[in-house]
């Protein structure tokens, strides 16, 4: 017993050191299980340059898209083609097949306008069966150039090439306007019974219950910023390197606005060109940039994996301010 | 996908995950047959648990009526179909005591069935709707005249129905763990309770729709699902009154009717919970065909269509009913030990007592002995001390009717 143990202690590091070899060796060949490979033309972005105007513009007292669609009237367009998501488990998508781009920037702050076709609004996610609209633009974080020899995932980056993402979500927005700024269960279901409100005087009878809510809802004692109220914004401020890596931001940065029309959505996000968070993509007036973007169909039931992407990174040149 | 070892099927099965056992996993047994449906385990859980706003549909903990009833509506039958299991072929032949000790397990589980689908995902699954979690009980206990096909179509059963407790399985191959994205969803080493990180869910209810028995539970308010968390302070011996001990979860310990026994499944062939489920095989695992290896295992009822039990338990069914007619000297010892302490029983002892019943039942011999059977804690100290024969108290005369 006493032999085989130490015949073990001396084969086990040369033993181990195999064993973590081949499987390196097939970690390289094979991607993740649930992972498809991808090819090198996603790995070179497309050839279409976004120019992100620069407009000089008052700043409106209301940010909504209403107000701020003027500065967009001289911005070209760029029409992004989308795609199911098919790469990783689940895979999904595949509703939404394309959406117009427009930027601009003021020299202080940057706004995208996105703007698709989607037959249904879909802004609550309170009962199980309910998917929320939501889009998403991803810069790769840093100062890199992305040609097909020098490879940075397009979807959602990989280990050490992490990607800063702005993802909007047409339930936030809806979330904004309600007191407290979370639309409660009471929104999907008016005439449900609630044990804590039902009672005129509950506040007083039931204060340690009351007081209990937070520490009983999972979601906000962890600091989940989903389960937030009063967060202030429609856009979350998230970083990923990879599939199934995505991770709220601790700094949130980026705002947004929305409309919703005739079946097409129109999506503002906006946030200062340069911020602090060393997390956050730095835009700079006068140089360039990649996204890439990524839309959700509530109404499809689309979330996390499921989704409709554009497969290829979008250059973007950021123009100089009237100063520079 | 990789393959693992799954014992409920006797073989080797897709997973997304390396097989990784915990180093004891967290484990029950519930007696079917002693169920009265008085839903205190149901109330336990509620009351500790899922009191709050958001978590008015959840029921971690509930028991159900088999077989119309369903929380949420119908979810067996449902999942059943996804797998197309109508047949639930078992190969019973050849029986290995450790590797398949029902026997091997010839369908799809929810794992296969996707990738023979080709669905691209992990697991076939589906998402109760909102309205499917509302009524737990609702079109259960109502007469037959005023049955309608709303909650239920199955062929009327009228001469049956049994109880099912369920709660979270914890299972060893999770469902839920292998259809998050993100992998929110863990699974402890230090004793298989399944959890999923508050932080990280982003409300996706791939859990939801991939956990065969429906347990991971979406909450509105918070915007992320939430799950049975094993009362891991108690089974961590958080709670004062255990003095440190691993204590048994609520809903165990508030069983009025005693059907539970809540422990570890380990190597040890002393634990009265590894004892009843590996080596007697009196307890068996729920919808073993889901491929998940889940760890709450249930002594059939005895009345039930012995088809209907193999289909919910697998072809374990017979033999543990037989077991369960005529108790061994040693399985009924055993079974003495449910609901006899809140703290967890890690080995057990019998010292042999004299015979002091007698009887045929079904064609075959029984005797009870009144042996004492004694519980040890994880620290080898004693817990509990019972005897089959319960003690009887005479009360003194003088005391009739005074209070």
């Known amino acids: 017993m006493n032999k085989g143990f130490s015949l073990f202690k001396v084969f086990s590091i040369p033993l181990l050191g195999a064993v973590f070899l081949s499987a390196t060796l097939f970690a390289a060949e094979e991607p993740a299980p649930g992972v498809k490979g991808m090819n090198d033309e996603e790995f070179t972005p497309t050839k279409e340059v976004l120019e992100v105007k620069y407009v000089q513009m008052d700043k409106p007292y209301h940010m909504d898209v209403e107000s701020l669609k003027g500065a967009f009237n001289d911005a070209k367009p760029v029409n992004i083609t989308l795609q199911k998501q098919d790469k990783a488990f689940p895979n999904g998508g595949g509703s939404v097949t394309s959406a117009e781009v427009k930027a601009v920037h003021d020299g202080i702050t940057v706004y995208f306008q ?32 992305i040609t097909s020899a020098e490879h940075f995932s397009p979807r959602m980056g990989d280990r050490e090439k992490p990607t800063n993402l702005w993802h909007w979500k047409a339930d936030w927005e809806a979330d904004l306007l309600v007191k407290g700024e979370l639309e409660d269960v009471e929104a999907q279901y008016p005439n449900m019974h609630d044990d804590f409100n039902f009672n005129p005087y509950s506040a007083y009878y039931h204060r340690e219950l009351i007081t209990s809510v937070e520490v009983l809802s999972g979601g906000r004692a962890a600091n989940n910023l989903l389960s937030q109220p009063g967060r202030g914004r429609t856009v979350e401020d998230l970083n990923a390197e990879g599939f199934g890596t995505l991770t709220t931001q601790d700094h949130q940065d980026v705002n947004g606005c929305s409309h919703y029309e005739d079946g097409v959505w129109t999506v503002i996000m906006y946030r200062s060109l340069i911020t602090q968070d060393p997390h956050d993509v730095q835009l700079v007036p006068g140089g360039n940039a990649f996204f890439n973007m990524a839309i959700w169909n509530g109404g499809e039931q689309d979330r996390n994996g499921q989704k409709n992407i554009s497969t290829q990174w979008h250059p973007a040149t950021l123009e100089k301010v009237a100063w520079q | 996908m990789t393959l693992v070892h799954n014992w409920h099927l006797g073989r080797r099965m897709e997973y997304p995950y390396f097989e990784s056992r915990p180093k004891r996993q967290f484990a029950a047994i519930f007696n079917i047959n002693r169920c009265i449906a008085c839903q205190t385990c149901t109330m336990a859980c509620k009351s500790a648990w899922t009191y709050n706003k958001g978590q008015e549909h959840m029921w971690w903990n509930n028991v159900e009526t088999k077989p119309y009833g369903g929380y949420p509506q119908s979810w067996d039958v449902k999942t059943l179909k996804l797998i197309d299991n109508g047949e639930n072929t078992w190969y019973t032949d050849e029986k290995d005591e450790k590797l398949s000790p029902y026997g091997v397990y010839e369908g799809d589980t ?21 309205k499917e979690w509302r009524s737990p009980n609702i079109g259960e206990d109502v007469a037959k005249s005023n049955k309608s096909d709303e909650y239920s179509s199955l062929p009327e059963h009228s001469r049956w129905f049994f109880y099912i407790q369920r709660l979270c399985n914890h299972c060893t191959y999770p469902g839920c763990l292998a259809a998050c994205p993100r992998k929110a969803i863990y699974k402890r080493k230090e004793d298989g309770i399944v959890l999923i990180d508050q932080k990280r869910c982003r409300g996706y209810r791939k859990c939801v729709e991939q956990c065969p028995y429906k347990k991971p539970m979406y909450r509105g308010l918070t915007r992320v699902s939430e799950k049975c968390i094993a009362c891991y302070p108690r089974v961590e011996g958080k709670d004062p009154l255990t003095k440190g001990r691993p204590m048994e979860t609520r809903c165990m310990s508030a069983c009025v009717g005693q059907i539970r026994l809540q422990g570890f499944l380990d190597d040890n062939p002393k634990n009265p919970v590894t004892w009843l489920i590996k080596h007697d095989k009196l307890a068996l695992p729920l919808y073993p065909q889901f491929g998940t290896e889940p760890n709450i295992y249930y002594i059939p009822p005895r009345w039930a269509p012995r088809s209907y039990l193999r289909q919910m338990f697998g072809p374990g069914v017979d033999e543990a009913i037989d077991k369960f007619m005529v108790p061994s000297r040693e399985r009924l010892a055993v079974m003495s030990l449910f609901r006899m302490a809140q703290a967890i029983i890690f080995e057990y002892k019998i010292e042999e007592g004299p015979k002091v019943f007698e009887t045929t039942i079904h064609g075959k011999k029984f005797e009870m002995y009144n042996d004492t059977v004694i519980g040890f804690g994880e620290d080898g100290q004693e817990i509990v001390r019972t005897t089959i024969e319960e003690p009887i108290h005479i009360r003194d005369p003088k005391h009739y009717n005074s209070i």
């Open chain 2, 110 to 130: 929810i794992f296969e069935a996707a990738s023979k689908k080709n669905l691209n995902q992990w697991a076939v699954g589906y998402i109760p709707e909102d």
């Open chain 1, 114 to 145: 996105i703007t698709w076709k989607d037959p249904t609004r879909n802004a609550r996610t309170i009962a199980v069966q309910e998917f929320r609209d939501a889009v998403a633009l991803m810069f790769p974080l840093g100062a890199v150039e």
